[in-house]
């Protein structure tokens, strides 16, 4: 009895086994010849991947919170890289080209082979090192070096499996694709971005294809947006996608960049790119065999965190102000025929009491929303004028704090400071003008004034009296006396500058001269400022001494809005200099609106209640073929001083020419002023 229940017990077993062997091999059946293809692709090709999601850049505000520089929502292209057949990639290549061009969307074309409408090929290299860099990358052996753009074509056409049934337009159109693979093996596992702010019906047509194009995906993307377009554009710059060079440089930071990145490259973008950066976010993402997201894996995803915003000191309506008067004024210059060549120029206004820069511009100019997206080659060169001579018109640089030109006239409330405070001169000292100087003959003013104190002279303009006066106190305290007020020094402003340059005996090869010396007390010779300085060193001169480090950001907020940075108004030095003196000083300048060459565009100001004080210019530059430098400087009020100005053309012929920019920049200073300001006094950190 028990074994026959052992053997009933056995033959169940077997039954057991047999039917689960055979649910078994049915699966394994259906998984090997049913539905192989479709699980080996899912197996196979599936895989989690890391996506980086790029943070929206912080806001940068003027002083009364309107937006300068923010982000806004856009669609862009990105291929990642996918084990598929030459051929299935090429198809799907040349597929998505044909929407984006249908579309007029913009591809960022880099193949350095074109073809014309003959089908004739040709490099689009530079010089012949690049060709050979660009060969050398592609793999081609020491016999390939001199094949010709045709032979080259032919070649990655073999290499990227691009059969005769392509035409060489569709083949070079899926070549542009293919070498970008190339060019980021370095980060392969990184998409690649194809294009970037995409319309809306592209969008639509990419995803009704989707099924054929492989490795393509559509994704939301912070683009930076300027909505106040060319207003402040030196002193914000521009944002745009990260360089190769650049990602490499910042490969081991602890920034994250990736291919795609938006970085700062100039003005305030690239000088605050730590904060207005913030902190890439992190999704892993499940992707199918053709590289199409089909979900995330939401518990490991990390936010974006957008970076901190920057309140600049900048307000709007007079910064716009500042820019029409400037603007305007060239195009009069220009049209008119009072000066033809006046096509560049700068204006800086500066607070005389903290440092703190009111308003900036730089003409010619440019708009900064053309580097967030992919800028065309013509557009690039209209506006990146390679050249280094300042008098030509550069929209991409910053004549207020990169173009440092001989000041002129303007130099010579500084010379009356420097020779009233050595004792040279005091404010009873004459000289005589007949028009020339008693030294050096060849060395002329433009008037004969008879007697000249020094307040006459600063009215004058007198040339004369300040070759005497150098003359008689040498190079010396010019020198000392340029440092203390910052000439041929960086300001300290956050964007880029450059330092000038200071006439005197380290700044000259050869043996200095008496001569150097007078033509230095004119500004002329060897020194050379920019807008920036200039207003900085009127703004020291108009509050009694006091040189203050020239800034741009105010504030720093975070993403709740706290402050995490309040500048401070810094001191770099103290100018000591005697009450009478400066009150000497002072008053030349003021008569210089009154009763001087800049009289007859100040009628009508207010001198009584409210009162200005400031300085013409005209410099020579270069030889006779370039025009002279205009120049004029002020401060105002008289007796309070709040602003100091900074005006200058290049080309602009005569001081007179600078002259109406400024009286419109003093006159909407006062338009935009509140009745009942408030002057708030911070706490200056020496």
């Known amino acids: 009895m028990i074994i026959r229940n052992e053997k009933l017990r056995y033959i169940f077993l077997k039954i057991l086994i047999f039917i689960i062997s055979g649910i078994f091999i049915f699966r394994l059946a259906d998984l090997q010849l049913v539905n192989g293809e479709k699980y080996r692709k899912i197996a196979d090709n599936n ?5 980086e999601t790029e943070a929206p850049r912080g806001t940068i505000y003027t002083s009364d919170m309107q937006i300068l520089a923010s982000n806004r929502i856009g669609y862009a292209v990105d291929i990642s890289f996918i084990n598929v057949d030459d051929s299935v990639l090429n198809a799907s290549l040349l597929n998505l080209s044909g929407i984006l061009l249908r579309h007029g969307e913009k591809i960022k074309d880099t193949f350095p082979i074109n073809m014309d409408s003959d089908g004739n090929f040709a490099f689009s290299f530079d010089d012949a090192d690049s060709e050979k860099k660009w060969k050398e990358k592609n793999g081609f052996t020491a016999e390939q070096m001199g094949f010709t753009a045709r032979e080259c074509f032919d070649k990655l056409c073999l290499e990227y499996g691009l059969t005769p049934e392509y035409t060489n337009e569709e083949a070079r159109q899926i070549i542009v694709f293919r070498e970008k693979f190339r060019d980021h093996s370095f980060s392969s596992w990184d998409p690649i971005r194809i294009a970037t702010d995409i319309k809306r019906d592209t969008v639509y047509e990419i995803d009704a294809n989707k099924e054929s194009l492989v490795g393509v995906s559509v994704i939301d993307e912070p683009v930076r947006s300027y909505p106040f377009g060319t207003t402040a554009a030196h002193l914000l710059g521009y944002a745009g996608k990260i360089s190769g060079d650049e990602y490499l440089e910042n490969e081991d930071s602890d920034e994250n960049y990736s291919l795609e990145s ?24 499940v992707i199918d065999y053709q590289g199409r997201p089909q979900y995330d894996i939401m518990d490991t995803n990390i936010a974006a965190i957008p970076g901190n915003s920057v309140v ?45 820069v009111l308003a900036m511009t730089s003409m010619p100019t440019y708009d900064p929303n053309l580097f967030t997206t992919t800028i065309s080659d013509e557009v690039w060169n209209s506006l990146n004028i390679p050249s280094d001579d300042p008098v030509f018109p550069r929209p991409l640089y910053n004549n207020s704090t990169l173009t440092a030109l001989q000041p002129g006239s303007t130099f010579k409330p500084l010379m009356s400071v420097a020779a009233l405070e050595s004792g040279t001169i005091t404010g009873e000292t004459t000289f005589y003008c007949n028009g020339t100087d008693p030294h050096i003959p060849t060395f002329t003013c433009l008037g004969n004034h008879g007697s000249e104190n020094v307040v006459d002279a600063l009215r004058d303009s007198c040339n004369v009296f300040f070759y005497e006066t150098g003359y008689n106190m040498g190079i010396n305290p010019i020198v000392d006396y340029s440092e203390q007020f910052g000439l041929g020094n960086p300001t300290g402003i956050e964007i880029y500058e450059t330092s000038g340059t200071l006439g005197g005996r380290d700044n000259k090869d050869d043996e200095w001269t008496d001569a150097d010396t007078m033509n230095t007390s004119i500004g002329q010779g060897g020194s050379s400022f920019t807008p920036l300085q200039m207003a900085n060193y009127i ?8 040189h203050y480090q020239a800034y741009l950001v105010e504030k720093i907020l975070n993403n709740n809005e706290e402050i995490v940075f309040d500048h401070e108004p810094t001191l ?3 100018v000591k200099i005697d009450p009478e003196n400066l009150a000497l000083v002072k008053e030349g300048m003021k008569e210089v609106v009154t009763d001087g060459f800049a009289a007859s565009y100040f009628y009508g100001f207010d001198h009584e209640d409210i009162g200005i004080a400031g300085k013409t210019g005209t410099a020579e530059y270069g030889d006779n073929s370039v025009e002279n ?29 600078a002259v ?12 935009l002023k509140p009745a009942t300001d408030a002057n708030i006094t911070k706490e200056v950190t020496p």
């Not at 938006?262 to 976010?281: D, P, Q, W």
């Not at 008067?325 to 903290?354: F, R, W």
């Not at 109406?660 to 338009?671: L, S, W």
Request: negative net charge; glycine residues 8%; contains cysteine.
């Open 572 to 574: 770099i030095n103290q």
């Open 312 to 356: 600049t000191t900048i307000d709007l309506e007079f910064q716009q102000a500042v820019e029409k008067a400037l603007g305007d004024h060239l195009d009069y210059l220009q049209t008119s025929g009072a000066a033809p060549e006046a096509a560049s120029g700068a204006a800086v206004v500066i607070d005389v009491n903290t440092g703190a």
């Open 629 to 657: 430098t205009s120049w004029f400087v002020c401060f105002t009020p008289y007796e309070s001083p709040e602003i100091a100005v900074a005006v200058m053309i290049i080309q602009g012929e005569t001081s007179s020419n």
């Open 660 to 671: 109406p920019v400024a009286r419109e920049i003093v006159d909407a200073y006062y338009a």
């Open 539 to 546: 703004a020291t001169l108009a509050n009694g001494g006091s």
């Open 47 to 51: 895989m989690v991947k890391q996506i």
């Open 262 to 285: 938006t970085i700062g490259k100039t003005g305030l973008e690239v000088a605050f790119e730590n904060e207005l950066r913030g902190e890439t976010g992190k999704e892993m993402t």
